[in-house]
């Protein structure tokens, strides 16, 4: 696979993680940290693989929503427990709860990169 660079999908990118960032330290209200934070995971993971691939849209969309349904199943059995990982950024990587509403969460990050895409706004 050929790796290009893709400005128009990095400033996405970076402005999303400015503001998971920001949801991180400043400790927005639980719907904002709980919730929008999740949403805008996969907007995020989305416009890091588009900038640095050629994946098509959808199957980039498909690949991140997968990835992320599979960290929200990885919470639901523990597994930062089951293998005693320590580290601090592995387990907020991986989370330590498992919540029904994060897939929704992902679901609605997914619909916003279709209608960005879809409006062209990308």
Same mark, same amino acid.
């Given at each position: 696979?050929?790796?290009?660079?893709?400005?128009?999908?990095?400033?996405?990118? %970076?402005? !999303?993680?400015?503001? @998971?960032?920001?949801?991180? &330290?400043?400790?927005?209200? +639980?719907?904002? +940290?709980?919730?929008?934070?999740? !949403?805008? !995971? =996969?907007?995020?993971?989305?416009?890091?693989? +588009?900038?640095?691939?050629? %994946?098509? +849209?959808?199957?980039?969309?498909?690949?991140?929503?997968?990835?992320?349904?599979? !960290? @929200? =199943?990885?919470?639901?059995? #523990?597994?930062?427990?089951?293998?005693? &990982?320590?580290?601090?950024?592995?387990? =907020?990587? %991986?989370?330590?709860?498992?919540?029904?509403? #994060?897939? &929704?969460?992902?679901?609605?990050?997914?619909?916003? =990169?279709?209608?960005? @895409?879809?409006?062209?706004?990308?």
């Amino acid at each position: 696979m050929k790796v290009s660079f893709k400005k128009r999908y990095f400033i996405p990118f %970076l402005l !999303v993680l400015v503001c @998971e960032i920001a949801i991180a &330290i400043f400790h927005f209200h +639980r719907f904002v +940290r709980g919730f929008l934070g999740d !949403v805008l !995971v =996969i907007p995020l993971l989305y416009f890091f693989l +588009r900038t640095f691939s050629n %994946l098509r +849209r959808n199957k980039t969309l498909v690949l991140v929503l997968i990835f992320g349904c599979i !960290v @929200e =199943i990885l919470q639901l059995i #523990d597994l930062a427990v089951l293998f005693n &990982i320590q580290s601090n950024v592995l387990t =907020i990587i %991986l989370g330590n709860t498992f919540d029904w509403t #994060d897939l &929704i969460a992902y679901v609605l990050g997914g619909i916003i =990169i279709l209608l960005l @895409e879809k409006l062209k706004l990308l």
